[in-house]
């Protein structure tokens, strides 16, 4: 029986690494919940846009922590953390940013890069 590749890392997954994996996911979804309540209550008070950089710079965080732990990372949320964080800072800034044309050129590229870079068998 073979091992278990891990998606982002093509190592072998352990089940150490699938719970320290599952243990960062569980703390992103937290903070994300309480991060998005928090701004909902002082909504009258809060900027436009900063719920965008929140979540943008709490993706990209995540990735950086996995990429440390040696857990790899996540194109996509790396890809949707720089965008969010892009179109936050454009909408505090008050630039328009096409967010929809950019995450479909993005995750475009993503699609196609990703069968590119695996290594052939």
């Given at each position: 029986m073979s091992?278990?590749?891990?998606p982002h890392t093509g190592r072998p997954e352990t089940d150490e690494t699938r719970r320290e994996?599952?243990?960062?996911?569980?703390?992103?979804w937290g903070l994300f919940?309480?991060?998005t309540g928090g701004l909902l209550l002082f909504?009258?008070?809060?900027?436009?846009?900063?719920?965008?950089?929140?979540?943008g710079i709490?993706?990209?965080a995540l990735n950086a922590v996995r990429h440390f732990r040696g857990l790899g990372f996540s194109l996509f949320t790396l890809i949707l953390g720089a965008l969010a964080l892009a179109a936050g800072l454009a909408d505090l800034a008050h630039v328009?940013?096409?967010?929809?044309?950019?995450?479909?050129?993005?995750?475009?590229?993503?699609?196609?890069?990703?069968?590119?870079?695996?290594?052939?068998?």
């Open positions: 091992a278990t590749l891990h994996t599952n243990r960062l996911d569980s703390i992103g919940l309480v991060m909504s009258s008070i809060v900027p436009s846009g900063t719920w965008l950089v929140a979540t709490l993706l990209l328009g940013f096409p967010i929809f044309a950019v995450a479909l050129v993005a995750f475009g590229i993503a699609v196609l890069v990703k069968p590119m870079t695996k290594e052939r068998e």
